[in-house]
C-alpha cells in the first residue's frame, strides 16, 4: 500500500504545482482511503503525516528522508 500511497502523493503535490482542482480532491480522497483502510499497518509516522495532510512530509517519510522539519505539532512522538 505504501507504492501507492506514495503515487497518489506524487499526483497530487503535481496537480497541485498546476492547480488542477479536480485532480486534487481526487487523490485527497484517495489518500484519506488508503489511510483509513490501511490505519493498523501503516507506521505511527506515515499515519501522523496523513491524517494531519502533511502531504509533502508523507512523501519524504516514504523516500527515506530522516531530516524532516517538525512542524506545528511540535514533532511530538506519533501515537501508535
Do not use: W
Not at 493498523?40 to 530522516?66: C, I, N, V, W
Amino acid at each position: 500500500m505504501e507504492s501507492q500511497i506514495k503515487d497518489s502523493l506524487n499526483t497530487l503535490l503535481a496537480a497541485i504545482k498546476r492547480s488542477d482542482g479536480p485532480v486534487i480532491a481526487a487523490e485527497m480522497a484517495r489518500l484519506d482511503d488508503f489511510l483509513e483502510r490501511g490505519r493498523a499497518g501503516l507506521h505511527p509516522q506515515l499515519t501522523h503525516f496523513l491524517e494531519r495532510r502533511s502531504y509533502a512530509k508523507a512523501l519524504m517519510f516514504l523516500g527515506g528522508d530522516t531530516d524532516i522539519p517538525a512542524g506545528a505539532c511540535g514533532a511530538r512522538p506519533a501515537k501508535g
